[in-house]
């Protein structure tokens, strides 16, 4: 059966691309009739976050990937574990990993190593000097029984533990047989030492995803180019155990436009930040799909059933992906005009309120046809969902503006002033059912037009801005019986009393 992992370390907050190294091992997986398990690296002490493996959860479920073993969050939103291949915490599997160790030792491919902090510390402050790679000098690779005992001993006197370090091969050549990359050969000379078992009896990364992929039968290691550089220690170690090493796919770097690589800072990248920012969960699996993998067809827009449908490693590309958030910015704006209008509101909702306040939007919840008249106006224009609030204040409260917004750029200000005083007479003589509706509107404020001999701008002009106190936004028309649905003939009379007064 094809198994593949996700597996990350409880750090904080989720980076884009590690939501794309999950999605490529879900579709992976789901396209083959597998199982994708997620496993919690854990061994790195120093960069725990509290409530991280919470919030990976909350985020994976968002966007739709779910898990067969491993960590999930039951109907309460607890944060529980299933499957037969536990624990899949990796601070749980300590004497995994430390058996193991000692079992390389006694084939003589692992070794104690005594060394202190402080001469690790001038060997490499040498190395830099002489502009030499930061390596171990294998100091205690070859140390006698005797040496070994006397060592030990010493150690404890100090109070410390050694490290376990895998024997490296000195000659020949290491190859990796990636399925994205094809073979790529290590030369096994310039292979560090690594520790594999540091000094608090905690596994290295190494050692335990090794170990751990054995252990959950996982049949593809599928991950990003920056783990290529340990791929040939992973390959060694599962040799030395005499394993049989997954399969390996390793995808492109994600790149910023600049050919930068793209920020790992705490929110700048962050799937969550997105998420807050109005960007759909289907869309962004849509757009971070296409980071490093093409269909190869015409079409842009998949839901995650079509990407499970046509996901192929052999469609990943080499070379690496770019992050363009105009592109995401399109598809988003997709997936928001394929949206209900009810379904749409149920959406903004929480974003007006942020932008405009709780108390001025809860008595319009009870009115969900004024905001779905709102949120279809817009749709058509929102690139993300919390550009809402800017656009639509109007509809909740009297714009500000400045005089000058009301004068068409072919009238003056005393001309727009009069005719917006006939406007006023004209609109508050009319009654609610043609003002209410579009279609009405539009005819009679033409035929006022018509018969007064006014240009269109002259008057359309004045009374948009008088509406909205901006100088882009839907159409009059359509604004104009909006409000009056919403608020009544009184708002918009009273708007335009405003706006006649600016021109005094």
């Not at 050694?162 to 050969?185: A, K, W």
């Not at 072919?410 to 043609?434: I, M, P, Q, V």
């Not at 106190?469 to 019986?481: H, I, N, Y």
Request: proline content about 4%; overall charge neutral; hydrophobic content about 40%.
């Amino acid at each position: 059966m094809i198994r593949t992992r996700f597996a990350p370390s409880p750090t904080g907050y989720v980076h884009i691309g590690s939501l794309r190294t999950a999605l490529f091992a879900f579709l992976f997986a789901r396209h083959n009739n597998g199982k994708v398990i997620l496993r919690v690296e854990d061994t790195d002490r120093t960069r725990l976050v509290e409530g991280a493996v919470d919030n990976l959860l909350k985020v994976m479920k968002r966007v739709g990937i779910n898990f067969d073993e491993g960590f999930y969050l039951d109907n309460q939103n607890q944060v529980k574990e299933r499957g037969e291949a536990g624990p899949y915490l990796q601070s749980q599997r300590l004497q995994l990993y430390q058996k193991h160790a000692l079992e390389l030792i006694e084939k003589g491919r692992a070794y104690y190593c005594f060394c202190s902090e402080q001469r690790l510390e001038e060997l490499r402050k040498e190395q830099a000097a002489l502009k030499k790679p930061p390596m171990y000098d294998r100091h205690c690779r070859n140390l006698a029984k005797e040496q070994i005992a006397e060592e030990t001993e010493r150690c404890r006197k100090e109070g410390r533990n050694p490290v376990i370090r895998f024997s490296m091969p000195q000659e020949g050549q290491t190859v990796l047989h990636d399925l994205i990359y094809g073979d790529i050969t290590y030369e096994n000379k310039i292979l560090d030492d690594q520790v594999i078992l540091k000094s608090d009896g905690f596994p290295t990364y190494h050692l335990a995803v090794v170990i751990d992929d054995h252990y959950m039968q996982i049949s593809h290691v599928i991950r990003g180019e920056e783990w290529l550089p340990s791929a040939p220690k992973h390959v060694l170690l599962y040799q030395a155990f005499d394993w049989n090493a997954p399969a390996h796919a390793h995808f492109p770097l994600i790149l910023n436009p600049d050919k930068s690589k793209l920020s790992k800072r705490q929110g700048d990248v962050a799937v969550e930040d997105f998420l807050a920012r109005g960007y759909l969960p289907e869309a962004l699996v849509n757009f971070v799909a296409f980071l490093g993998w093409n269909p190869k067809t015409e079409q842009e827009i998949f839901s995650m059933e079509d990407l499970i449908k046509q996901f192929d490693l052999a469609k990943i590309n080499k070379a690496a992906a770019i992050f363009d958030i105009n592109k995401l910015d399109w598809i988003n704006s997709l997936y928001i005009r394929a949206k209900s209008d009810s379904e749409l509101t149920d959406l903004l909702i929480p974003y007006w309120e942020e932008a405009i306040g709780t108390h001025t939007i809860r008595p319009f919840k009870d009115n969900k046809e004024y905001l779905e008249a709102i949120a279809s106006l817009e749709k058509d224009r929102l690139k993300k969902l919390s550009e809402i609030g800017e656009r639509t204040r109007y509809f909740f409260m009297e714009p500000e503006y400045a005089p000058n917004l009301l004068v068409w750029k072919k009238s003056t200000a005393r001309e727009t002033k009069e005719k917006l005083l006939k406007l006023y007479d004209h609109l508050n003589k009319l009654d609610t059912n043609t003002l209410i509706y579009k279609e009405n509107l539009e005819k009679d404020l033409k035929n006022f037009i018509l018969q007064n001999q006014f240009d269109n701008g002259s008057i359309l002009w004045p009374l948009r801005t008088a509406m909205t106190g901006l100088d882009k936004s839907p159409g009059p028309f359509e604004v104009t019986s909006t409000l009056v649905s919403g608020l009544g003939k009184g708002e918009i009379l009273k708007r335009l009393q405003k706006a006649i007064n600016k021109l005094a």
